[in-house]
Every structure is written in structure tokens, then in C-alpha cells.
T-cell receptor
Framework: GAVVSQHPSRVICKSGTSVKIECRSL??????MFWYRQFPKKSLMLMAT?????????EQGVEKDKFLINHASLTLSTLTVTSAHPEDSSFYIC?????????FGQGTRLTVV | GESVGLHLPTLSVQEGDNSIINCAYS??????FIWYKQESGKGPQFIID?????DKRQGQRVTVLLNKTVKHLSLQIAATQPGDSAVYFC????????????FGTGTQLKVEL
């Protein structure tokens, strides 16, 4: 079956630094990928839609300059959390849909200290 | 046992019993619904889906019921096993809406031995 690989699974960074999270579709091409954020014991909240070859579409309330998204190829989207602060600590999950199903990455636990 | 609620409720069942997890969805235009299982620290895994032209769909040990009149979805797990312990989310989407999923609040299922 289709696989989406997300890396890293865990990252700890200092306040003020930037962190890049990668999302790869391993055996299919994805012109669209989605980035979600999940707080403990809460649901997944859609942050943005990553579009290959064009700008990402951000959900209301999500700062596009804070969460930079680049969909460089049909198999790779990256989310960069810029100038990270402790309140950015969260679980970030990417998803890539096929025409039949949405596949999710393993998630990235970001801790900003 | 059954669960319903707007917060992350917990449903505790005995191993071997049937589980019923409920979800109220919000968009009357949604026509495709999916149940996901999320284990701690991992991304969501697809369990079963249903389209709005159906009211019931069965898989292996799982059944999804859809009541469009009251915008309600349920997931039934037969003969619940310890490996079923996880958080379960329903998700809704509109066909042609760019594959965007809206997730429900989730239910924590705990299987007691």
C-alpha cells in the first residue's frame, strides 16, 4: 500500500531557531499534501494545504511566515517552523491523498526549549 | 459499551466485548466519511470509510453506520482486542473539495483484560 514517510519523528530545538520537517510520498506522486497540528488529547487541526509548484494555502489563523511550506517535487513537502517558541511545541502530521485514500505520516513531535 | 461527547471521551471495554464509538459531524454537505485509529505518538491509520449513498459498511471486525438525518456516524468493533486500544477519530470531507478532511474530537478506547 501507499506509504508516507515523515522525518524527523522527534526533534528538540532551542527557542529562536528554525526546524524543518519533511514529508515524502514513497510510492506515489502527490500534487497536494496536508499539514496538521495536534495538541495532546486533541484532534488534528488542518494548518495548510501544500501544492506542488505553487504557494501553499493556509487555514485561517495560521501564520504563513511562521510555518513555511515548500512543495518542491511531487513526492516531497517540507514544513519549516521559523523562530520557534515553546508554544510551537506540538505534534505535526502530514498527509498525502491518492484518488482513493489519504495516507498519513508517522508524525513529528516538536519540543521547543 | 458506547461513547459520545464533544471532549476526548474515554471508552473502557472488556476484552472480547463489542465497542461502539460515536461521532457527530458538522457539515451537511459532507459525502465521504472515514474512521481512523491513532496509537500514541503515531499518525492516523485508516480503518474504514463510507460514502453518503450508504448507511452501513462492514469490514473485518468493524462496521460503520451513517445516519445523515442527524449527522451521526458510529464505529462498531466486534470482539475488541487489546491491540484495539487507541484514539479513534472520524473525519468528513466533501468530494471535490480538494481532499480536505475535518476531524472529529476523537475517542480514547481502552481495552481491559
Amino acid at each position: 500500500g501507499a506509504v508516507v514517510s515523515q522525518h524527523p519523528s522527534r526533534v528538540i530545538c532551542k527557542s529562536g531557531t528554525s526546524v524543518k520537517i519533511e514529508c515524502r510520498s514513497l510510492d506515489f506522486q502527490a500534487t497536494t499534501m496536508f499539514w496538521y497540528r495536534q495538541f495532546p488529547k486533541k484532534s488534528l487541526m488542518l494548518m495548510a494545504t501544500s501544492n506542488e509548484g505553487s504557494k501553499a494555502t493556509y487555514e485561517q489563523g495560521v501564520e504563513k511566515d511562521k510555518f513555511l511550506i515548500n512543495h518542491a517535487s511531487l513526492t516531497l513537502s517540507t514544513l519549516t517552523v521559523t523562530s520557534a517558541h515553546p508554544e510551537d511545541s506540538s505534534f505535526y502530521i502530514c498527509s498525502a491523498p491518492t484518488h482513493t485514500e489519504a495516507f498519513f505520516g508517522q508524525g513529528t513531535r516538536l519540543t521547543v526549549v | 459499551g458506547e461513547s459520545v461527547g464533544l471532549h476526548l471521551p474515554t471508552l473502557s471495554v472488556q476484552e472480547g466485548d463489542n465497542s461502539i464509538i460515536n461521532c457527530a459531524y458538522s457539515n451537511s454537505a459532507s459525502d465521504y466519511f472515514i474512521w481512523y485509529k491513532q496509537e500514541s505518538g503515531k499518525g492516523p491509520q485508516f480503518i474504514i470509510d463510507i460514502r453518503s449513498n450508504m448507511d452501513k459498511r462492514q469490514g473485518q471486525r468493524v462496521t460503520v453506520l451513517l445516519n445523515k438525518t442527524v449527522k451521526h456516524l458510529s464505529l462498531q468493533i466486534a470482539a475488541t482486542q487489546p491491540g484495539d486500544s487507541a484514539v479513534y477519530f472520524c473525519a468528513e470531507t466533501v468530494t471535490g473539495g480538494g481532499n480536505k478532511l475535518t476531524f472529529g474530537t476523537g475517542t480514547q478506547l481502552k481495552v481491559e483484560l
